[in-house]
Nanobody, 122 residues
Framework: QVQLAESGGGLVQPGGSLRLSCAASGSIFTMYGMGWYRQCPGKQRELVATITSAGDTNYADSVKGRFTISRGNAKNTVYLQMNSLKSEDTAVYYC????????????????WGQGTQVTVSS
């Protein structure tokens, strides 16, 4: 069983920045990739950014140029640096893992974190 723990959420003013962290535990196997999702109020959960074990990254158009996903020195750790935050970025942000190519291709995470709240408000 894999457990994901997100941290770093909070309240920030528009234009501000936050850095989210996610640490995976409970497995010694290398993950194919990790990703960040978010669920905005009244909306479906959406993919924000992904990173593979090789370091390849992808971003949703809505966050491109503002958010950066990266890995820590420990390969089971992933970060989401969020800059130039907008009120539209307000959401619960979830860390997720992909353990195989099939689920990666389908963007169907194997495990989810419990989420961390990000609120962007003046």
């Amino acid at each position: 069983q894999v457990q994901l723990a997100e941290s770093g959420g909070g309240l920030v003013q528009p234009g501000g920045s936050l850095r989210l962290s996610c640490a995976a535990s409970g497995s010694i196997f290398t993950m194919y990739g990790m990703g960040w999702y978010r669920q905005c109020p009244g909306k479906q959960r959406e993919l924000v950014a992904t990173i593979t074990s090789a370091g390849d990254t992808n971003y949703a158009d809505s966050v491109k140029g503002r958010f950066t996903i990266s890995r820590g020195n420990a390969k089971n750790t992933v970060y989401l640096q969020m800059n130039s935050l907008k009120s539209e970025d307000t959401a619960v942000y979830y860390c997720a893992t992909y353990w195989g190519v099939a689920n990666w291709v389908k963007k169907s995470p194997d495990y989810w974190g419990q989420g961390t709240q990000v609120t962007v408000s003046s």
